[in-house]
C-alpha cells in the first residue's frame, strides 16, 4: 500500500526549502536587529489556553481547532496561532518579573494546525512567523513593530507596501460602540447569517469580520468604532498616526477592520502589498495588534502586549509568483573528486578534514565517472577542487583546482593536517 500525506499537509522538498530558510533567516536578522529572542512553546496545549484567548465564538474555536482528549483524558488542543502559547509560557515561567528587562521581545517560527478547506496558500498544516512585545503601553512600541514588519518585508524584496490601521480603543471605548453596534443590528438580526446571528449575543465585532454576503450589507453602514472612543483612546491613535508619518510610512485607516481574536484592543494593523499575481488591489500578508488584557486573562499579572504574524506558505507563494529571486543556490566550499577503489577512504579523510576547518565540503559516492564528478563540482559552485586519482595516490599527493585554472599539486598529508591554511593560499590565489 502506498501511503499519501493528509490532506491539508505539504511535503516541502530541497530546493523550495531553501527559500523558506532564505525567508526565515531574513526574519532572525531582523528581529534581533530590534532586540528579539527566539521562544519555542508547544505544538499542543491545553485547550483552554486557546478557547479562554481566542474566544469561543471565534471561527478557530468553533470550527477550526483540532481539539480531542489525550489517553489521560485531559483536553488538548494543536496550536491554531502562536500568540496564546506564547503568553502562557511568558505567565508561567513568570517572564513579567523584576530581574527581566521590558519590553520582553520574543519571535517565534514554525507549524500551526486549523480543520480548513485547503487551498492555494492556505493549509491545515501551516507556518507562522511572529513576535510578541511584552511590557510598554507606549504607543512607539506599536510603531517600532509595524516599522520591524515593513523592514523585513523590503528586505526579502517585497516593494508597494502599505499599512492599515485601526484602533479597538480602551474597555469605554469598546463598552460605548459594543452598545451602538448591538442597537443598530438587532433590527437586521433575522436577516444575518447564523454566525452572525451567534456572534451578536456574544460579540458583535465579529459580525463585522464576516465574510457572509448577507452581513456585508449591513456592515459597510455600521457604526464606526472612531466615534466612540474615549480622549485618551482618540489621542493614543493620533501619535500612532502622527509616529508613522513622521516615519514616512504609508498608511491608510480602515474603521471596518477587526481582528479575528478576542484579546485586541487599541492598535491594530494590517500590511498589504500590491503585486502583478495578486491582481489590482492591496492584499493583506501580515496582522497584528496591541492586546493589553490577554496576559491577565491567562492568569498573569496586568501586562501590555503586542505583537504580529506572518503566513508563510501565502509569503512563500507571492515570492515565487513574483519572480523574486532569494539566491540560495547549492555552494560548497570544498569538492572531492576521486577515482579507483584505493582512494575511497583517503577521499572521505580529505571531505571529513575540510569539514573539521569549518568548510562546507562533499564528494562522490557513486563510483562515477572522473569527468562527470568534476562537472557536479562545478555545478554545486565549489570554490575548491581537490582531485585525488589513482597516480595521484601512488605519489602520495593531490591536485588543487580553483574554477578552471592550472591545478596546483600538494602533499596529501599535508593538506590533511592544515586544510584551512591551503584552502586560504588557493582562495587568495
Not at 142 to 148: A, H
Not at 375 to 404: P, T
Request: contains cysteine; aromatic residues 10%.
Amino acid at each position: 500500500m502506498r501511503y499519501q500525506r493528509p490532506r491539508g499537509t505539504a511535503d516541502i522538498l530541497p530546493g523550495a526549502s531553501a527559500n523558506w530558510e532564505s525567508v526565515e533567516q531574513a526574519a532572525r536578522q531582523i528581529f534581533q536587529r530590534y532586540g528579539y529572542q527566539n521562544i519555542r512553546t508547544p505544538l499542543f496545549e491545553n485547550y483552554e489556553v486557546f478557547s479562554r484567548s481566542s474566544g469561543d465564538t471565534s471561527d478557530i474555536v468553533t470550527k477550526e481547532m483540532y481539539d480531542f482528549n489525550d489517553k489521560g483524558g485531559r483536553h488538548v488542543a494543536l496550536r491554531p496561532e502562536g500568540t496564546a502559547g506564547v503568553v502562557r509560557a511568558f505567565v508561567e515561567n513568570k517572564l513579567y518579573g523584576p530581574e527581566y528587562q521590558k519590553p520582553y521581545k520574543v519571535y517565534y517560527m514554525g507549524p500551526m494546525f486549523r480543520y480548513e478547506r485547503p487551498q492555494s496558500g492556505r493549509q491545515r498544516e501551516f507556518h507562522q512567523i511572529g513576535v510578541e512585545a511584552f511590557g510598554s503601553e507606549n504607543p512607539a512600541m506599536d510603531v517600532e513593530v509595524i516599522t520591524m514588519a515593513m523592514r523585513f518585508f523590503k528586505q526579502i524584496g517585497l516593494h508597494d507596501l502599505r499599512v492599515a490601521i485601526n484602533t479597538l480603543g480602551d474597555k469605554e471605548s469598546r463598552d460605548a460602540y459594543h452598545k451602538a453596534l448591538v442597537d443598530y443590528l438587532k433590527p437586521h438580526f433575522d436577516e444575518l447569517s447564523p454566525d452572525s446571528q451567534e456572534r451578536m449575543e456574544k460579540n458583535p465585532l465579529r459580525v463585522l469580520d464576516s465574510k457572509d454576503k448577507r452581513d456585508k450589507k449591513f456592515v459597510a453602514d455600521a457604526p464606526s468604532i472612531l466615534d466612540y472612543l474615549t480622549p485618551e483612546a482618540a489621542q493614543r491613535f493620533e501619535t500612532v498616526k502622527k509616529m508613522l508619518d513622521q516615519l514616512g510610512i504609508s498608511y491608510v485607516v480602515d474603521p471596518t477592520m477587526v481582528r479575528g481574536l478576542d484579546y485586541y484592543n487599541h492598535t491594530i494593523f494590517e500590511i498589504m502589498v500590491k503585486a502583478k499575481s495578486l491582481g489590482n488591489g492591496y492584499t493583506t500578508i501580515c496582522g497584528g495588534g496591541r492586546y493589553n488584557g490577554l496576559v491577565e486573562q491567562l492568569g498573569g499579572p496586568e501586562t501590555p502586549g503586542i505583537g504580529f504574524g506572518i503566513g508563510l506558505e501565502r509569503l512563500l507563494l507571492l515570492i515565487h509568483d513574483e519572480g523574486i529571486s532569494l539566491n540560495q543556490k547549492t555552494s560548497f566550499d570544498v569538492y572531492v573528486v576521486n577515482d579507483g577503489e584505493d582512494t575511497n577512504l583517503p577521499a572521505l579523510q580529505l571531505v571529513e578534514a575540510a569539514r573539521d576547518a569549518g568548510l562546507s565540503a562533499d564528494r562522490d559516492y557513486e563510483g562515477r565517472k572522473f569527468k562527470t564528478q568534476i562537472k557536479n563540482a562545478y555545478k554545486d559552485n565549489a570554490k575548491l577542487i581537490v582531485i585525488l586519482g589513482a597516480k595521484d595516490l601512488a605519489d602520495k599527493s593531490v591536485r588543487l583546482r580553483v574554477g578552471h585554472e592550472e591545478d596546483k599539486r600538494v602533499a596529501l598529508d599535508d593538506l590533511l593536517n592544515d586544510f584551512s591554511k591551503y584552502y586560504q593560499e588557493v582562495e587568495r590565489g
